[in-house]
């Protein structure tokens, strides 16, 4: 998973941004509203196709694949607004997650797995998704992506709308998912604690990356201080 | 433990043995109760489960409203008769032609769902309406300047179901039993619903069936599932199509005529209601809802005689209390029973879900 560069027009939202995520990284990628961090994501999971650029996973060039065969390539998104299918319920969902899959024994292990780190849809696997709060739904959604055992996890906004002690809970999952070996890109608008989860982070202004670097040398810097951390 | 297990399988046996005995005899005993004409009710029923089956792939399944469904329905009953007809002087064998018209339609539902795999809710369902008014007015219109389709005038003299040199249009007399032609077809019509309703069944739970429900649900996420959100949108599309297009084809030779006058937007609308009454989603909400759809209108023609008989003279015509009667059932069915008389699992939840305190 190296040299991932996107670079689009049309309307320019993204107007030619060099990114890399190496394995086992977990990096973020922060900005303001409409810097066109969400547009960058969508690119790279194929579910827009840049206008110009190229993306690269694991050595091979995935630019412009649809969705659908990069999710069986082990690259899932956590889409922003979750996205969960709010009729179905938790247990659906999970097993919609594992789509992909057909080895049912350890699908069944999975789900428990997922259970396990996830107590409180656990709780509540029998009811419908759309029921559950925010901050449930983002744990489904994450799970729910995790089921198709994936190498590289792309998560939007994970805590956009949430309350700041749900966000919190949100983080500490994302951290154990990264522990576990999980690739992790994380578009947050949210940057202090994005910084402070991540290891590495790219900073995203008007379509371009101003800054890169070290998440701790990144939450230092007094141009980030003063952009995203309100100081 | 076993052998509550093997009770169950016996009495399930037996309960099948039960609705078998009972769609074998029920022509009969509907022809010498009822009389012969609600014998061609029920056949006339079974074309339009068939097709309320297919629609409800689409509509209930996959959640892709489309509103020109009986298209598919004319392109099985178009394909069938011009294959059957004097009218080109070809007479191909049925069971060649049944496959052939659902192919052909199945190649028409691709032919929808292709330029309109972006499209959702009303975008979609007014696309679809006018797919199936082009198909009508083709239809219509394919006389000049090559003879195709001759027109309004429709095709006439189309051949009866012949299997094996046994034409159905024959009336048999098996010891004592006479079976009509209409009983005949029962059985052909009979046989081929179940077949749907099977095939629906296998579909509902496989992996294909799933992937409707998710793009159902969420389009953008079922393509992060790893769903191939275009092709399993096309099959849809081509599966309710292929069904439409069986009956479509039964339906041609069945009446032994057809014209674009059969194909209007009321009749895809006709079928969308027998799907929503019935149950959307739910196989047996949708066979349901679309044998009262045909026979209630059918009953109410006893109206008009039972108001001479007690009032001395019809006051209200039954074919405006037919309409009268639709409306009216509509509008209670969207009050007390939302989801359909007999609901699907989901629909039924989320209803349920919406009271309120929740």
């Not at chain 2, 199509?241 to 609308?269: C, K, N, R, Y």
Request: charge should be positive; include cysteine; proline fraction near 4%.
């Amino acid at each position: 998973m190296r040299g991932l560069k996107v670079a689009y027009g049309g309307i320019n939202a993204v107007k030619g941004i060099d990114l890399e995520v190496g394995a086992g990284e977990l990096v973020a990628l922060i900005g303001a509203n409409g810097a066109g961090k969400t547009t960058t994501l969508k690119a790279l999971s194929g579910l827009l196709k840049p206008a110009a650029g190229s993306v690269r996973y694991s050595g091979e060039d995935i630019t412009a694949k649809p969705a659908f065969e990069l999710v069986r390539r082990g690259l899932a998104l956590v889409p922003e607004g979750r996205g969960v299918f709010a009729r179905l319920t938790v247990e659906e969902n999970l097993a919609m997650g594992a789509y992909i899959r057909d080895d049912h024994a350890a699908i069944a292990a999975d789900r428990e797995h997922a259970y396990a780190t996830f107590p409180r849809l656990a709780e509540r696997r029998a009811q419908l998704a759309g029921t559950l709060s925010g901050g449930e739904q983002q744990m489904l959604a994450i799970a729910r992506a995790l089921m198709c055992k994936p190498r590289l996890l792309l998560l939007d906004e994970p805590s956009m709308g949430l309350a700041p002690l749900v966000v919190q809970t949100i983080f500490e999952t994302i951290r154990k998912v990264a522990r576990e070996g999980v690739t992790l890109l994380l578009i947050e608008q949210n940057a202090r604690l994005a910084l402070q989860t991540c290891g590495r982070g790219y900073v995203m202004e008007s379509g371009l990356i101003t800054l890169a670097g070290d998440a701790r040398a990144l939450l230092d810097d007094p141009q980030v201080r003063r952009a995203y951390l309100g100081e | 433990m076993k052998s509550v297990a093997k009770n169950l399988t016996l009495s399930r046996t037996l309960l099948y043995a039960v609705i078998a005995i009972a769609l074998t005899a029920l022509p009969f005993v509907v022809d010498a109760t009822l009389g012969r004409a609600w014998v061609r009710i029920i056949d006339v029923a079974l074309l339009f489960v068939m097709l309320a089956l297919g629609l409800n792939i689409v509509v209930g399944f996959a959640g892709l409203l489309d509103l020109g469904y009986i298209a598919f329905f004319a392109v099985g009953a178009y394909a069938y008769a011009l294959l059957a007809s004097p009218h080109f002087g070809i007479h191909a064998s049925f069971l060649v032609l049944l496959p052939l018209g659902a192919l052909v339609a199945a190649a028409f539902g691709i032919l929808l769902g292709a330029p309109t795999l972006r499209l959702r809710g009303d975008y979609l369902a007014i696309v679809t309406l006018g797919f199936g008014e082009i198909i009508r007015i083709f239809l219509n219109n394919l006389n000049r300047p090559f003879n195709i389709t001759n027109g309004p005038q429709g095709i006439t003299l189309i051949d009866p179901i012949q299997i094996g040199g046994l034409s159905l249009a024959k009336t048999f007399h098996v010891s004592g039993l006479t079976i009509a032609p209409v009983h005949s077809y029962y059985f052909v019509f009979l046989l081929c619903t179940l077949g749907v309703i099977f095939v629906t069944h296998r579909l509902e739970n496989s992996r294909i069936g799933r992937a409707w429900v998710a793009i159902r649900e969420d389009e953008l996420a079922a393509s992060a599932m790893g769903i191939n959100t275009r092709n399993v949108k096309l099959l849809a599309f081509a599966m309710g199509a292929t069904f439409g297009g069986i009956s479509g084809g039964l339906f041609a030779s069945f009446q032994g005529f057809i014209s674009p006058e059969s194909f209007t937007l009321l009749d895809s609308i006709m079928v969308l209601c027998m799907v929503v009454l019935g149950g959307m989603g739910n196989v047996g909400g949708v066979v349901l809802g679309a044998i009262l759809l045909t026979a209630l209108p059918e009953a109410l023609r006893y109206m008009g005689p039972l108001q001479q008989r007690w009032l001395g003279q019809v006051i209200i015509d039954p074919s405006d209390l037919r309409m009268l009667m639709f409306g009216l059932a509509l509008v209670l069915m969207m009050l007390f029973r939302p989801a359909g008389l007999w609901p699907s699992k989901t629909r039924r939840r989320e209803l349920a879900t919406e009271k309120p305190g929740d």
